[in-house]
């Protein structure tokens, strides 16, 4: 049986990203930077699950 995709949005701890790819067949953002809106589309539609970082945030600031 294949493992789940899982897309990680941002860099976790070396112990974390170990952990998940033993379980799943992860795609890690190595750029480590915030997806933007069409990015983070086109992640959706290619994975089983996303796996959000905090620090992902594609809201605009506001004042």
């Known amino acids: 049986m ?5 897309i990680v ?3 976790l701890p070396r112990a974390v990203e ?3 790819s033993e379980a799943f067949d992860v795609t890690f953002n190595n750029a480590d ?3 933007n809106t ?6 959706i ?3 089983d699950a996303v796996l959000p ?4 945030s ?3 600031k506001t004042p």
């Open 53 to 56: 970082v905090v620090l992902s």
């Open 18 to 20: 170990e952990s998940l």
């Open 9 to 11: 949005t941002r860099r």
């Open 45 to 47: 539609m290619t994975a």
């Open 33 to 35: 930077r915030v997806l």
């Open 58 to 60: 594609n809201r605009k």
């Open 2 to 6: 294949a493992k789940p995709k899982v």
């Open 38 to 43: 069409v990015e983070l589309k086109e992640t």
